[in-house]
């Protein structure tokens, strides 16, 4: 389980990279070799040394793990898993955070029933993957207008030498917000696992998570999420990196530090307040906002529109997958 948990991790970070370093790619910031790997140490950074209450929502925010069993968990990282491959595949950013969580939903129900959600926190956890991107959108657009106005007397070339440079750190920025809200993720889905099968057997689980510290997410769990998803931004999503360095809107210096410095702050405080977003929604929304703020007709809204009927589907989607997963593993066990 914790080997596919982390092929999970591995596939957030191949498919998120491509929103993180697609702005600075494509405007020339930096070769996409040297984009990836900034990105990649950012991102084991964030992951281990900026918190963890993403990772404490997943064991005991928004279902109650002691009336789990492990098949749950099962069911959610396969569910999740299988349609972050589909969208790599298909080069279109998908939100894995909707999908774990649309995955963990499905199998919940299926398996005990709404009495085992904690639904006032679900409820918050979706209303905030509702609003972050329209908040991109809004910061893009707001940002992307404040660098016209201030770095309107420049040279052109002088604009877009020094924005150059700006994106490097925000792209700095962007990839230790998404480290440790991305990484958490998976943090808390294997804690959750510990949490369950310590409760079944305390002895046999005491040498990798003692139950008795009360929730925790230990080091060992943190260094292997860490590691997973940098690795998988070292790999890459090139189609998703095409899809939003170019795809979207024909991006310049200005607007990729605007989108990459508006996705940072809002990735970063709903981490800090332990609520998982979609970074692929974010980054994606902040470019849509600082392409509208240059010029509204300029935005492939077909591309757009593409990206938006994927984020609405995957939700439902994995709820059903995950439910039918659980199902079948459950039948499998009961017949073994």
Not at 69 to 86: E, F, K, R
Not at 138 to 150: A, D, E, P, Q
Not at 237 to 250: A, D, Q, V
Request: proline share 2%; hydrophobic share 50%; with cysteine.
């Amino acid at each position: 389980m914790i080997i596919l948990a982390l092929a999970f991790e591995f596939t957030c970070g191949f498919n998120d990279s491509g929103g993180i370093v697609a702005t600075m790619v494509f405007t020339g910031a930096l070769e996409p070799r040297w984009a990836l790997i900034l990105a990649a140490f950012f991102e084991f950074t964030g992951a281990i040394f900026l918190g963890t209450a993403v990772a404490e929502t997943f064991t005991q925010g928004i279902i109650k793990a002691v009336e789990l069993d492990i098949n749950v968990v099962w069911a959610a990282l396969l569910s999740a898993l299988g349609w972050n491959v589909l969208a790599g595949y298909r080069g279109v950013p998908s939100s894995s955070t909707h999908a774990i969580i649309g995955g963990l939903m499905g199998a919940v129900l299926i398996s005990i029933g709404y009495e085992a959600v904690i639904w006032w926190k679900i409820i918050e956890v979706l209303l905030v993957l509702i609003f972050s991107p329209i908040l991109g959108i809004v910061f893009g657009f707001l940002l992307t207008k404040m660098t016209h106005k201030l770095f309107g007397s420049f040279s052109p070339k002088t604009v877009r030498r020094n924005f150059l440079r700006y994106q490097i750190a925000s792209s700095a920025a962007l990839s230790l917000s998404h480290g440790t809200n991305d990484a958490q993720k998976t943090m808390g889905v294997i804690t959750l696992a510990l949490i369950i099968l310590y409760h079944q057997n305390p002895e046999a689980m005491r040498f990798f998570y003692d139950g008795g510290s009360g929730s925790y997410i230990p080091i060992w769990v943190k260094i292997s999420c860490a590691s997973a998803i940098s690795l998988g931004v070292l790999t890459g999503g090139f189609r998703i990196m095409k899809t939003l360095g170019g795809g979207i809107y024909k991006i310049r210096s200005v607007h990729g530090f605007s989108a990459q410095t508006s996705s940072a702050v809002i990735i970063y405080l709903s981490a800090l307040l332990g609520f998982p977003v979609s970074t692929t929604q974010v980054v994606s929304s902040s470019i849509v906002g600082a392409g509208t703020a240059e010029r509204a007709n300029a935005v492939r809204w077909e591309v757009v529109g593409n990206i938006l009927a994927t984020w609405l589907i995957t939700v439902p989607s994995t709820v059903v997958i995950g439910a039918g997963i659980y199902l079948l593993i459950d039948t499998i066990c009961e017949h073994l």
